[in-house]
């Protein structure tokens, strides 16, 4: 057989597998359709976007975190809700009900987690971060569905109305999940990022967005089958100029 027949097989099966296996980086955001607008959507749900499939959960438990498999709206077991407020992209995004006002409220949250292999998340946008309102991002481990080993990787508290806090480089430090809450409750002194304040009676926010990339990894096979391909067409000149 053919050397370079062998290494165009060898290299092209590289760039299929990484081209295949992978989905590029990408935004899954938490706006709702006109169809999802103000929709209760249970315990759990699943979303796919840019061929990325992350599961958001409604949990509670601080500090050790369960998912929550029971809730109704009528009870004071949260559900996942997708809030929509016209005009106000910062009120937009993944909450929790029966509270008030449809956000993550103390002492519940959100986790995530990745079903699409080689990929991590690396970032969380968080709206509605009103002044006196408390926000916090975990990594957790999982297992099944529990959450251990919970660290606080940042939080803060907000400082004026209306503001969303973007935060990147999750992806650092891998985690299982990612847990996004209010660590403080409502009229309460709170530490947080540094800062201390007394929170507010509507201390709540939203999840607008989360950031999924490759694992270096598989970036880097990527790499190698994009070299391939290159390495392939410069032999195929190569040769038919003979």
Known sequence: MNKHYIRSLALGTVLSVAMGGAALAGVINFTPTTSQQNTNLGSS????????????????????????????????????????TAGDFSETGLGLTPNSNNEIYSPYGIALTLATPGEYISGVEIGSV???????????????????????????????????????GLNATPYGAYIVDVPCAPNSTCTAGGTTTTTNNSDNIVLMS?????????????????????????????????
Request: with cysteine; proline share 4%; glycine share 14%.
């Open 45 to 84: 749900y699943t979303v796919t976007q840019g061929g990325v499939t992350l599961t958001a959960n409604a949990v509670w438990g601080s500090p050790s975190w369960v998912n929550n498999t029971n809730c109704a709206s009528t009870s004071s077991s949260p559900c996942l809700f997708y809030k929509y």
């Open 130 to 168: 009103q002044s006196g309102e408390s926000w916090q991002v975990l990594g957790c481990s999982m297992m099944g569905g529990s959450y251990s080993g919970c660290t606080s990787l940042d939080s803060g508290v907000g400082s004026m109305t209306g503001t969303t806090v973007t935060l990147t």
């Open 210 to 242: 989360a950031t999924t990339v490759p694992e270096p990894g598989t970036l880097a096979l990527m790499a190698a089958g994009l070299f391939g391909l290159g390495w392939m067409a410069m032999v195929r000149r190569r040769r038919s100029r003979q």
